[in-house]
């Protein structure tokens, strides 16, 4: 009964042994699934703050080209200001009796008819008859 026991007991102590190595086996599977895991996040973590840093740049980037829109929808609009006062000054040259009178005299010497002149000028036909007369 004593051999037994002794083999019971050894038996026992073997299957213990089994279970002990199954547990330190499940441990050292559990312990590379959880350094996997941590490379996993330190990974993540690096790629959360390269697009953190990509976002902060095209951010900034974003801003300077908004100020330089700004600068640039001033300067054109000073630009247009600038033409707009050039054509005003232009319009009222065209309007201006002595440049009416050269254009009459031009148009006269190239051919033009008295009726022709009046058309493209906007003044009657008597004016255009005097102002050909005077010259």
Same mark, same amino acid.
């Given at each position: 009964?004593?051999?037994?026991?002794?083999?019971?007991?050894?038996?026992?102590?073997?299957?213990?042994?089994?279970?002990?190595?199954?547990?330190?086996?499940? !441990?050292? %599977?559990?312990?590379?699934? *959880?350094?996997? #895991?941590?490379?996993?996040?330190? +990974?993540?973590? /690096?790629?959360? @703050? =390269?697009?953190?840093?990509?976002?902060?740049?095209?951010?900034?980037?974003?801003?300077?080209?908004?100020?330089?829109l700004?600068?640039?929808?001033?300067? !054109?609009? %000073?630009?247009?200001?600038s *033409?707009?006062? #050039?054509?005003?000054?232009?319009? +009222?040259?065209? /309007?201006?009796? @002595? =440049?009416?009178?050269?254009?009459i005299?031009?148009?006269?010497?190239?051919?033009?008819?008295?009726?022709?002149?009046?058309?493209?000028?906007?003044?009657? !036909?008597?004016?255009?008859?005097?102002?050909?007369?005077?010259?």
């Amino acid at each position: 009964m004593s051999d037994l026991l002794i083999i019971l007991f050894s038996f026992s102590e073997v299957v213990l042994l089994v279970i002990v190595i199954l547990f330190f086996l499940r !441990l050292k %599977k559990s312990e590379t699934l *959880l350094s996997g #895991l941590q490379a996993n996040q330190q +990974e993540f973590i /690096k790629r959360l @703050q =390269f697009n953190t840093q990509l976002e902060n740049e095209l951010v900034s980037t974003f801003e300077q080209r908004q100020q330089e829109l700004v600068a640039l929808n001033t300067e !054109l609009e %000073k630009k247009a200001a600038s *033409l707009q006062k #050039l054509v005003d000054l232009a319009n +009222e040259y065209c /309007k201006s009796p @002595q =440049f009416m009178r050269e254009i009459i005299i031009q148009g006269n010497r190239t051919g033009k008819s008295p009726v022709q002149l009046a058309k493209s000028t906007g003044l009657s !036909l008597e004016e255009i008859e005097l102002i050909i007369d005077q010259s």
